[in-house]
């Protein structure tokens, strides 16, 4: 899955458990008036549950792209009441202001990455805040800063290698850099997906 947007271009890779049809892992990516919401969702266990989990994280955050990041989450966590819950970073850009500000609940990593290269280490990591959402929700904190043309956030759930990140080459497009890392990172024994969006705003 690949697609183009003025502000920034994104692309998924993602596979379920070895051995099953659908996925708990799932991407979010919305736009409401000058922002746009970029997530990933990874519902607890694997399975249709998961995915039915999935799809109402998705539903929510989608509805409320509009808001701020954690209170994006927040309307999320109040969605998923009574379902088994689920991981979500989410990251909120405005390319008006070139900001970038993210949270996140659970294990779904979130990276940024500045400049392109076979040999990339990432500039930025959000700093996760344990928790579910749906079941168990902190008091929610987001991190704002500045970004630049070229550069790239990648996001992943669990199901990717947690040392994907230590060496990454983020050229090519972003399709190219998520297959990369789902043959290399991805892990059979759970959901994977993973997002990545190079941003093509004005520099900072």
């Given amino acids: 899955m690949s697609t183009g947007t003025a502000p920034f ?11 099953e049809d659908v996925s708990g892992d ?43 990041v954690t209170a994006a989450l927040e309307r999320c966590h109040e969605r998923l009441r009574g379902t088994r819950g689920a991981a979500v970073s989410a ?29 990339t280490r990432p500039s930025e990591a959000l700093l996760l805040q344990p928790g579910t959402v749906g079941a168990g929700l902190p008091r929610l904190r987001s991190a704002r800063f500045r970004v630049r043309r070229g550069d790239v956030l990648l996001v992943a759930t669990d199901g990717i290698d947690s040392g994907f990140a230590d ?10 850099v998520v297959d990369r890392i789902l043959v290399r990172d991805g892990r059979e024994s759970d959901d994977a997906l993973v997002l990545a969006a190079r941003l093509l705003g004005a520099d900072a």
């Fill in 167 to 176: 060496w990454l080459d983020t050229s090519g497009s972003p399709q190219q």
């Fill in 9 to 19: 271009e994104w692309a998924v890779a993602s596979r379920p458990r070895a051995g």
């Fill in 26 to 68: 799932a991407a979010v990516v919305s736009s409401a008036e000058d922002v746009f919401l970029v997530a990933v969702v990874d519902a607890l266990g694997h399975g249709p549950e998961a995915a039915a989990t999935a799809v109402v994280a998705c539903s929510a955050l989608h509805a409320f792209a509009g808001e701020e």
């Fill in 91 to 119: 990251a909120r850009y405005s390319p008006t202001s070139a900001e970038l500000a993210w949270a996140g609940v659970g294990n779904v990593e979130a990276l940024l990455f500045r400049g392109v290269g076979p040999r």
